[in-house]
């Protein structure tokens, strides 16, 4: 494979990655708190339930395939030497992370 056809297919990646962080943002944010009543001790959103059926399936699933190419990178960084595409994969799972940890943080107090 070509310099170019990697990049193209490293863009690809980020594309699709930061639409399904949208997509996964866009579904946890129905069950998030409204800020007025963030800091109230009991406040809660939508249900645990509502994101169990909408967000966590986009998670899990995006989690799974992350790391399946993490790995798949990592490996062949090893073989090649070349670890820009093992960047560009471990930035993607960081942008996930991110984004789990913005979800979490909007879900209210315990």
């Given at each position: 494979m070509t310099g170019l056809e990697a990049l193209r297919r490293e863009k690809?990646?980020?594309?699709?990655?930061?639409?399904?962080?949208?997509?996964?943002?866009a579904l946890a944010s129905t069950s998030w708190v409204e800020p007025e009543v963030r800091d109230?001790?009991?406040?809660a959103g939508g249900g645990a339930v509502v994101w169990g059926v909408t967000a966590l399936p986009v998670l899990g699933f995006a989690a799974l395939v992350?790391?399946?190419?993490?790995?798949?990178?990592i490996l062949h960084a090893l073989r090649s030497g070349?670890?820009?595409?093992a960047a560009i994969v471990f930035?993607?799972?960081?942008?996930w992370v991110g984004a789990a940890?913005?979800?979490n943080s909007n879900h209210g107090s315990p």
């Open positions: 690809w990646w980020l594309a699709v990655n930061v639409a399904g962080v949208l997509l996964f943002l109230i001790a009991g406040a992350v790391a399946g190419r993490l790995l798949w990178a070349r670890w820009q595409s930035f993607t799972a960081l942008l940890l913005f979800d």
